[in-house]
């Protein structure tokens, strides 16, 4: 077996090589009525999505960074007929599409279509009008249904950041809190085991898509090759926290601590990564409204058993402790500013991604915070962001990295 060709030690490392998704036809499958099961509060114009989105993959590979797309990386890895058929059946399985006709009937559209295209048509999901006619239809194909999907599309996968998270030289194959994001890992779990790339290497697996509590990779940060941050959110359980803490520790990596953050859980707190990141050795964006309910708790590796300690201290002297930095600076959504803040957080002006140490990719629109950013110190790439903003993330959330640099 080949070495992992996963590193990740850090948030803020070089950035060499990312994965991303542009925005396809499952963003024009949503309707207002499928929108808070799909987990949308808007409907992106896909045309000027994918505009932004090809202006963010121009930035990264302007300065050097490897862009992979999850598309090309899932039709890669399905290139063997029998592989492929096995991603189909779990992909039906999946899918909890009640009638046997149906079920049929995707099956042989699935196998008939060249395998790119069918990944596509797989994440764009699959209208009834669309499926196949003229097979036996059981009771359950025949009831009437206010869905307009066979299968249904999944919008949320141009934010790559979380089915699955790279940590070390390992991955969380991640189990997401909704049955709709939860499909995703699917593909996720096909590439590592059957992409070239990946197929015949030893990559550790620290969290399975198949665990019964929940784990997001918004909510995983890397702090420092001995140090992580997992927020305990609308997204994470508490459990999942432990369970990763144990099997990362356990594996030999070199993280000795794990920093558990307690959130509110509420949309506009999604993820830790969402009201907190790191964009230098020594500076953090924070939401300051997470600052006055925030609970902190260390999981520190204590031979073969974990020590759970909750910190009373504050979150600056928490973070100084646990890097071994004299000063930390937190710099606060759009200033704390009353209006500006909840404006800017709510379209993620807290969600960065740094592709080198105090160098970040940043929304336009949040212009305050991105102000405050260049007085602190950090260089701002500024991508558009009109259409993506309104899935609720930001740059980090769209791009899951594979290989940063050591700092």
């Known amino acids: 077996m080949r070495p992992s060709p996963l590193m990740v030690s850090s948030e ?12 396809g036809k499952e963003v024009e499958n949503l309707t207002p009525d499928l929108m808070d099961r799909l987990l949308f509060d808007d409907i992106p114009y896909l045309e000027i999505a994918r505009q932004e989105h090809d202006a963010f ?37 999946e899918g909890h599409i009640p009638g046997e006709g149906t079920k049929a009937a995707l099956r042989e559209l699935f196998l008939g279509l060249p395998v790119r295209e069918m990944v596509d048509r797989m994440m764009a999901g699959v209208r009834r009008t669309e499926v196949p006619q003229g097979r036996s ?7 009437d249904t206010d869905n307009p999907f066979a299968v249904d599309p999944l919008p949320n996968l141009y934010f790559t950041r979380d089915p699955f ?12 809190r909704t049955e709709t994001r939860n499909r995703e890992t699917l593909f996720a779990q096909y590439i590592f085991r059957h992409h070239p790339r990946f197929r015949d290497c030893t990559i550790p697996l620290w969290f399975d898509r198949h665990e019964t509590t929940s784990l997001e990779g918004g909510d995983e940060l890397i702090l420092s090759p001995e140090a ?6 609308q997204r994470t359980d508490a459990a999942s926290v432990e369970m ?6 356990q594996d030999g990596q070199t993280f000795q601590t794990v920093l558990a953050f307690n959130i509110p859980k509420k949309r506009a707190f999604m993820h830790l990564d969402t009201v907190f990141t790191m964009v230098d050795r020594d500076k953090f964006t924070i939401h300051p409204e997470i600052e006055g309910p925030l609970q902190v708790f260390s999981l520190t590796r204590r031979g073969q058993d974990v020590h759970i300690e909750e910190e009373h201290a ?5 973070l100084k402790r646990t890097l071994g930095l004299d000063r930390v600076t937190l710099i606060r959504c759009a200033g704390s500013d009353p209006v500006d803040a909840p404006r800017e957080q709510w379209n993620d ?6 592709i080198a140490p105090g160098e970040v990719v940043v929304y336009s629109r949040n212009y305050v915070t991105n102000r405050i950013l260049q007085e602190n110190g950090i260089t701002t790439h500024v991508m558009p962001s009109s259409e993506l903003s309104r899935g609720r993330g930001g740059p980090r959330c769209m791009s899951m990295p594979l290989v940063r640099d050591a700092v």
């Open 349 to 354: 002006g807290s969600n960065t991604l740094a």
């Open 228 to 233: 992580l941050a997992i927020g305990i959110s």
């Open 12 to 23: 803020i490392g070089r950035l060499r090589s990312v994965l991303l998704h542009r925005p």
């Open 57 to 93: 993959a121009k930035i990264l590979t302007d300065r050097g960074v490897e862009v992979l797309y999850l598309e090309d990386l899932a039709a890669e890895a399905l290139e063997d007929r029998e592989v492929r058929g096995r991603f189909v059946e779990d992909f039906l399985a």
């Open 137 to 143: 239809r059981s009771l359950a194909d025949r009831l």
């Open 314 to 318: 504050t979150l600056e002297d928490v």
């Open 244 to 249: 990763l803490a144990r099997r990362i520790f």
């Open 165 to 176: 998270a790279t940590i070390g030289t390992g991955i969380t194959l991640n189990h997401m």
